[in-house]
């Protein structure tokens, strides 16, 4: 299934603008470290932009900025025409109301000892329901996500791992959010699983108008789910476009080994691709030792 051809409602939810982030270094002599270098992304309300990159390339540090998670250097992010950059914790458990996140592993993203239905209610409570009303809300977002009204009174450990990863897309949904961060939320199922989850996401964006941030590293999971497509490099962003444009004629060789990297099931057409990435990582350490000899 493809993300919906109408890329949002063209009302801006989400703008970082030339966003800097910087890890200490090691040591007390030691530079710090750039993670991140003059990002600038936009979400619209209803839109899903996906952001793709090897690891180490920024995707997370980004998610985690925007999120509060991680310290910024320099730049600016708004939410919902408000600047968050710097926003302190108060404001960012309001945000928390319209702000989501979903993490990668499904496994130790639940604690394993409190119930579905106590996992679920505890943003709800935390945001001042009374326990009855949060607790019908845990019902209609298990409805949502296709798990039985039974998960209440279960343990995670007694679901599959697709199984997990919808309780832990319920639990961001429970507050209603208007942004969901959707970090690597699929690479750690298997690919039917992964099929079925990417179709719930897009299901829950048609109903709801909840926006996605969707990281992955993976550029044939981001074009099925996205509108846009952001592609990091090195903590820089070296292309975005129209997830039609840019995984169907990217314009940087960096996209182009991606989308090459991505399997396939024919084994001849599976060596052309690697035989075709390898020219291309040549073509650019030549034309890098070129620049560098000048």
Known sequence: MLADKRAGTGERLLGVDRLVVDYPGKGSRAKPFRALTDIDVTIDTGETLGLVGESGSGKTTLGRAILGLTRITGGTIRFDGVDITRADRRTRRALSRDLQVVFQDPYTSLNPSMTIGDILSEPLTVQGQEKAAAR?????????????????????????????????????????????????????????????VLDLLLEIRRETGVAYLFISHDLDVVRHISHRVAVMRAGTIVEQGLAATVTGSPSHPYTRRLLLASPVADPDRQRERRAHRRRLIDEQNTESAAVQAH
């Open 136 to 196: 019908s809300r845990v019902r209609e977002v298990l409805d949502q996500v296709g798990l039985p009204q039974d998960a209440i009174n279960r343990l995670p450990r007694e679901f599959s791992g697709g199984q997990r990863q919808r309780v832990a897309i319920a639990r961001a949904l429970a507050v209603r959010p208007k942004l969901i961060v959707c970090d690597e939320p699929v690479s750690a199922l298997d690919l039917s699983t992964q099929a079925k």
